[in-house]
């Protein structure tokens, strides 16, 4: 197999790992290789996810899709968690496959790539913590929201998740190389930036920095305009960085806080380390520091011994804390994590069942909150081109996609005001200027009125 000069990167699951797939095209790019769409492209890096469900038998059928008519196939990559839980299982179920590459080890690609095009099969799931960002070019221009991953891994072993053994143990990245990174981006382009870990609200430096500090250093950067920060365990929800969300003018009114289950039970089985009550206490505080603040959740439905109460528990506890956005999924046992081979397994179409009736509740709490925000002036971030002549679709501070008609360009914030809302994006019109609106539009979301209905 030759040298390939082009590449595509196709990356599934989360935000983290569109980061590492932003990181290894950029890699790739720096070492002379142009991106293409993927039927064309002589290197297909396929980034993928193994959170939920039958994740390695879906990446076998995406390498069989990648033959060509010819019976040929592209040089292929297998990276991500699959790659990190699988290694030379991989290769050897689909010989098709050239190169393995854990989520630790991507900064090694470029050998990997060298030692395929002469003919060796190529392996590396070394987990180094955090080897990986010095050896990762600088950030190449891109769109205005960019993501900035601060934080990998995971110490806190829930018993549904394979996050702890597929990216290893809790690591942060330290000030100095997240503030560069930032930097960079800003000057590339970025008016958001969206810090990522696994537990990002765990960063903490050797000093002892925790994240609020970094948001408030961020908070200074000239050019940035919005700071978010995902993903986030209720029991590392610091006073500090509680407060930050009341004090920080750019930090945006969202917080994704995953909860689970509503029943204390089951989070037990989970290994949650919290309960119910501790995380509504959280949540009624982040409320008292920001009261306009838009809250997001995941959800597992039929987890081991979830019995029919303990699921109401669940729909309970989405009614009490009223929620802008949240995801829920069905428990998919993961090869090797403790739940798996737990007694009580629910069986799929009871599984079925209550995440319909879940995701019922859930669209009806966004599409009202959505509702909510009608009326409103706040500023949008332009992020790209809507389908109509002259529309363009931006952000709300609460990670709304809105359309307008404007010709403010990618990547101005603009003040709008909110005249409709369905289930998924809003729709906004530019109101004439009033003097007091025009000084608060810039990067402040300032504080807005609680929304009606949140619980708090
Ligand atoms: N089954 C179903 N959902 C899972 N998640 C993590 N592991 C599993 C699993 N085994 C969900 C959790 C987590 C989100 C990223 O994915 O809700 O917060
Ligand atoms: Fe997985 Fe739990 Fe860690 Fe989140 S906190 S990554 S769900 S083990």
Redesign the pocket.
């Known amino acids: 197999m030759t040298a390939p000069r082009t590449f595509h990167v196709k990356s599934y699951g989360c935000q983290m790992n569109v980061y590492d797939g932003e990181r290894m095209a950029e890699l790739l790019q720096a070492g002379g290789l142009a991106p293409q769409e993927a039927g064309d492209a002589d290197l297909v890096v396929l980034n993928t996810c193994h959170i939920r469900e039958r994740a390695a038998e879906k990446v076998y059928s995406e390498i069989g899709r990648l033959r060509r008519e010819d019976g040929s196939s592209p040089m292929i990559a297998v990276a991500g968690c699959v790659a990190q839980a699988e290694g030379a299982e991989i290769p050897r179920r689909a010989p098709a496959v050239d190169i393995v590459v854990g989520p630790q080890a991507y900064h090694r690609l470029p050998d990997l790539v060298a030692a395929a095009g002469e003919g060796r099969r190529a392996l590396d799931t070394d987990m180094p913590p955090l080897s990986k960002f010095a050896a990762l070019p600088a950030r190449r221009k891109q769109g205005p929201s960019a993501f900035l991953t601060v934080q990998e891994g995971?110490?806190?072993?829930?018993t549904?998740?394979?996050?702890?053994y597929t990216?290893g143990a809790e690591v942060s990245r330290p000030w100095a190389a997240v503030m560069d990174e930032a930097r960079a981006l800003i000057d590339a382009g970025a008016k958001e930036i969206t810090l990522l870990g696994?537990?990002v609200n765990a960063w903490r430096d050797d000093d002892g920095r925790g994240l609020e500090q970094l948001i408030v250093a961020l908070d200074r950067l000239p050019g940035l305009a919005r700071i978010r920060y995902t993903?986030s365990?209720p029991n590392d929800m610091t006073e500090g960085l509680i407060r930050a969300h009341g004090e920080v003018e750019k930090l945006m009114p969202y917080l994704h806080l995953?909860v689970?289950s509503g029943s204390d039970r089951v989070l037990r089985a989970?290994?949650?380390s919290h309960g119910v009550e501790s995380y509504l206490r959280v949540l009624e505080r982040v409320r008292e520091a920001r009261r306009d603040i838009a809250i997001s959740g995941?959800f597992i439905v039929g987890f081991p011994g979830e019995t029919e109460e303990a699921f109401e528990a669940t729909l309970e506890i989405v009614r009490a804390v009223n929620y802008a956005q949240a995801y829920s999924f069905k428990y998919s046992p993961r090869p090797g994590t403790p739940a798996a081979t737990m007694e009580g397994q629910v069986p799929p179409p009871v599984q079925d069942e209550r995440l319909q009736r879940l995701q019922a509740l859930i669209n009806a709490q966004q599409l009202a909150f959505n509702r909510a925000t009608v009326g409103r002036r706040t500023s949008i971030l332009i992020e790209r081109q809507g389908k109509k002549a002259g529309q363009k679709i931006g952000k709300s501070p609460w990670l709304q996609s809105v359309h307008a008609i404007t010709d403010a360009d990618i990547g101005s914030l603009v003040e709008v005001e909110i005249v409709e809302a369905g289930p998924n994006s809003l729709s906004a019109t530019l109101p004439a200027p009033r003097a007091e609106s025009r000084r608060s539009a810039g990067a402040r979301a300032s504080q807005m009125p609680a929304f009606a209905g949140a619980a708090s």
């Open positions: 995971c110490d806190k072993f829930c549904y998740c394979v996050v702890p990216r696994q537990n993903t365990h995953p689970q989970m290994n949650r995941d």
